[in-house]
């Protein structure tokens, strides 16, 4: 079993930064992608970025040049730096990993941070 710890969530000005991190754990696994979803009210669950082992990481549009994805693999961790933050970023955001044993890749989800930007 994979668990996925978020942390790092909270209220910030417009224009502010959050760092955001999100720890896995699961014996037997190795991680091929870790990356963030979020989840505004009242809209779809949508892809923010996602670091991919052995290739470049892969943001949204919308997050290009004003997120960075990072991931520590000593410490199955990735953290997502946020920054130049505006109300539309306002979110529940939720880790993803895209985890591997010797029986296949398996998704699994953390339980999510919100992130709420305002004055």
């Known amino acids: 079993q994979v668990h996925l710890v978020e942390s790092g969530g909270g209220l910030v000005q417009p224009g502010g930064s959050l760092t955001l991190s999100c720890a896995a754990s699961g014996s037997g696994f190795s991680f091929w992608t870790m990356g963030w979803y979020r989840q505004a009210p009242g809209k779809q669950r949508e892809f923010v970025a996602r670091d991919i082992s052995g290739a470049m990481p892969d943001y949204a549009d919308s997050v290009k040049g004003r997120f960075t994805i990072s991931r520590d693999n000593t410490k199955n961790t990735v953290y997502l730096q946020m920054n130049s933050l505006n109300p539309d970023d306002t979110a529940v955001y939720y880790c993803?990993?895209?985890?591997?044993?010797?029986?296949?890749?398996?998704?699994?989800w953390g339980q999510g941070t919100q992130v709420t930007v305002s004055s």
């Open positions: 993803n990993a895209n985890a591997q044993n010797t029986a296949g890749y398996y998704p699994y």
